[in-house]
Nanobody
Framework: QVQLVESGGGLVQAGDSLRLSCVAS????????MGWFRQAPGKEREFVAV?????????YYGDSVKGRFTISRDYAKNTVYLQMSSLKPEDTAVYYC???????????????WGQGTQVTVSS
């Protein structure tokens, strides 16, 4: 199992950019699909993005972030990133790094979770 530690959250204004990082420790990082989810107060956890490999690398995004967020990985550093641009107040949530993501979107299953990092976007 992979242990995950997120960083990079904070308070920003609408339209700003922010980059989240997630460092993974443990075995099998490179073989696992890694992703990001988020949870806003009073709402269910929402799929944000996933980065995996199936003969070729692939990425997949939730509709609400498509075109604004970019997920990437640095295999040498065991790190997955979420670059967030054109942030909106509705992006305010706790963002969770996810390891061992199986499937895409709202039905994705996750093996490992990070502790979460708060992102707050003011209007």
């Amino acid at each position: 199992q992979v242990q995950l530690v997120e960083s990079g959250g904070g308070l920003v204004q609408a339209g700003d950019s922010l980059r989240l990082s997630c460092v993974a420790s443990g075995r099998n990082f490179s073989s696992q699909a890694m992703g990001w989810f988020r949870q806003a107060p009073g709402k269910e956890r929402e799929f944000v993005a996933v980065h995996g490999y199936n003969h070729n690398p692939y990425t997949y995004y939730g509709d609400s972030v498509k075109g604004r967020f970019t997920i990437s990985r640095d295999y040498a550093k065991n790190t997955v990133y979420l670059q967030m641009s054109s942030l909106k107040p509705e992006d305010t949530a706790v963002y969770y790094c996810a390891g061992g993501v199986a499937g895409l979107g709202s039905t994705a299953r996750v093996i490992s979770w990070g502790q979460g990092t708060q992102v707050t976007v003011s209007s």
